[in-house]
């Protein structure tokens, strides 16, 4: 099994720009998580979905932020327009049953 | 609410130290709990994790009991690694079957050679 798949690995862009981040979860997991990490913040949870529908978005930090799951093998995180604040690693994860695997992560530089 | 709190780091350590890295929890019933460690430029991957009272979850050295009594899941390894360098988060899943694991903040760990 790949795990968990996310591109680009490596993402900088100026302010204003559009960013996509992309994610495969592990095939037969019916949960996809979207998570932010940076130095201040820690590790906050942006938003879940089951079986393609999203159940709790409460954590995405304004609408300049919007997150899609169109099947069960894809997910994206939209940013848009991207600001400098939104540098940090994003980490998308899967689960089936309790255990969350999470992807290598997008490392994001707005500049 | 629920949360999870962690010692704060960084901790560094020489070889072969005793290592315990501090969680406690606040929750509403009887959560599952989890230790995910995080290695440079790697995402996070489960450690170990308890499900019950007085379980003891276990991997690779470490260990860690769920304490009730006291609420705490420490972790605990007695002789570290430099390979063992990394972040450490202590993580709790909600009783009522959601998914989504309340995180700490993660504790640094450096083992010097």
Known sequence: ?111 | GNSVTQMEGPVTLSEEAFLTINCTYTATGYPSLFWYVQYPGEGLQLLLKATKADDKGSNKGFEATYRKETTSFHLEKGSVQVSDSAVYFCALLFEQGAQKLVFGQGTRLTINP
Not at chain 1, 18 to 40: A, N
Not at chain 1, 64 to 85: D, V
Request: proline share 7%; charged share 20%.
């Open chain 1, 1 to 111: 099994d790949a795990g968990v798949i996310q591109s680009p690995r490596h993402e900088v862009t100026e302010m204003g720009q559009e960013v996509t981040l992309r994610c495969k979860p592990i095939s037969g997991h019916d949960y996809l998580f979207w998570y932010r990490q940076t130095m201040m913040r820690g590790l906050e949870l942006l938003i879940y979905f089951n079986n393609n529908v999203p159940i709790d978005d409460s954590g995405m930090p304004e609408d300049r932020f919007s997150a899609k799951m169109p099947n069960a093998s894809f997910s994206t995180l939209k940013i848009q327009p991207s600001e400098p604040r939104d540098s940090a690693v994003y980490f998308c994860a899967s689960s089936l049953g309790h255990r969350q695997y999470f992807g290598p992560g997008t490392r994001l530089t707005v500049t």
